[in-house]
């Protein structure tokens, strides 16, 4: 899933980096008021302001605590299963578990996609029980009114995610069954994201009939989550032809092969002399004196250091050490290494056997698509 930049570290859950987007602050007010002013007042007459608040204010809590559980549940799946998770971000439309690499079967898939949902059954569960309990024992009215409130909002919780469309976890339930039936993911995947789409559209639909006719300002949400949800949709149809195109296609046959290696230990005027002029590239691997790999170097961070600082800056001081540099096998797929780009600034360094052989790099990949575009026309005009 993608990955959100503006976020504030919370901590770790299980090993796993949990963070909170800034409009996570904006629903939580819109929440706590919601409840203080509305719906605990209705559901408990009578009260003062204060246990309103405080209330409302624990409940919206134990919201995000809930959301939190069932992207955990998605996550710690996919741990087990085999596959990496980056982190946890809580935002607007709830969260987001941002998972690195993908699944390797149909029934993985599934297992991971109900892995929310079956948390949130269990949370919706067990506040109907602490509520039962409380009504029970004739405990505080205005705290069985809020386990009332969390109850519900984890069965909604748990409906709304099994609509059948992404990035919710119906939508990729939906994607799990398809590639069981048809044995091939790609194909399955686009049939899924074409579905989302019709239910964005409905979705759209029905919130501007809710708000046009009914003037019903729920109908506004119901617009912005189906905008939401046909984006996510048009994305994850992208990201399914990005690796149709490139399927088959291992890096040794994409790469740029035997790039120019640029010196660490001379200074950035020397190479922009001499070397510069022998292959003029966005980016250059390093090496050490002894001609080991050293990292990644670009142009434009060359281009920043000043005129007069030329002479005395090596290029090692403005590159990338080794270690921070997204680096991937000749002999892996293509599509499996896409995801290390946002890592390197656009560019993969290439190593065998300790040996720098190529540079993989953002322009290599849309070169590949353009021919693959060109190849496709060039049949169907022939045809």
Do not use: C
């Not at 022998?278 to 250059?284: C, G, S, T």
Request: hydrophobic residues 55%; without cysteine.
């Amino acid at each position: 899933m993608a990955r959100m930049d503006s976020s504030v570290g919370l901590g770790r859950v299980a090993g796993i980096e949990v963070g909170a987007h800034w409009s996570l602050a904006i629903v939580f007010v819109l929440i706590s008021w919601t409840l203080a002013d509305q719906v605990l007042p209705e559901m408990v007459p009578g009260e003062t302001l204060t246990a309103y608040w405080l209330v409302a204010l624990f409940a919206a809590l134990l919201f995000y605590f809930s959301l939190l559980a069932h992207e955990m549940g998605h996550a710690l799946v996919a741990r087990r299963l085999g596959v990496s998770v980056e982190g946890i971000t809580l935002w607007i439309f709830g969260g987001v578990a941002r998972l690195s690499g993908e699944a390797a079967t149909a029934g993985a898939e599934a297992k991971i996609a109900v892995a929310g949902p079956v948390v949130s059954l269990v949370l919706a569960v067990a506040f109907v029980l602490a509520a039962l309990a409380l009504d029970a024992v004739s405990g505080p009215a205005l705290v069985e009114a809020g386990a009332f409130w969390l109850a519900f909002s984890n069965a909604t919780l748990l409906v709304f995610n099994l609509v059948p469309a992404f990035p919710l976890d119906g939508g990729r339930l939906l994607r799990a069954w398809l590639w069981r039936r048809r044995g091939e993911r790609y194909s399955a995947t686009a049939t899924a994201a074409r579905l989302s789409r019709v239910f964005s559209f409905m979705m759209i639909g029905f919130g501007l009939l809710a708000f046009f006719l009914q003037r019903d300002v729920g109908g506004v949400w119901l617009i912005f989550i189906g905008l939401f949800l046909l984006s996510a949709a048009r994305n994850e149809e992208a990201h399914v032809q990005l690796h149709g195109a490139l399927a088959g296609l291992r890096v040794s046959d994409v790469m740029s092969r035997d790039p120019l290696v640029a010196p660490g230990w001379i200074t950035v005027d020397e190479f922009m002399h001499t070397y510069l002029s022998m292959q003029r590239a966005l980016a250059y691997p390093m090496k050490t004196f002894e001609g080991a790999p050293d990292g990644l170097v670009t142009l434009t961070r060359l281009a920043e250091v000043p005129e007069e600082r030329r002479r005395a800056t090596r290029v090692r001081d403005v590159g990338v050490g080794l270690d921070e540099v997204p680096q991937a096998g000749p002999g892996e797929p293509v599509a499996a290494v896409l995801g290390r780009f946002a890592l390197g600034d656009g560019n993969v360094l290439v190593l065998d056997g300790g040996k720098i052989v190529g540079l993989l790099t953002a322009a290599d990949i849309t070169r590949v698509l353009a021919l693959g575009r060109a190849a496709a026309q060039k049949r169907t005009a022939s045809s």
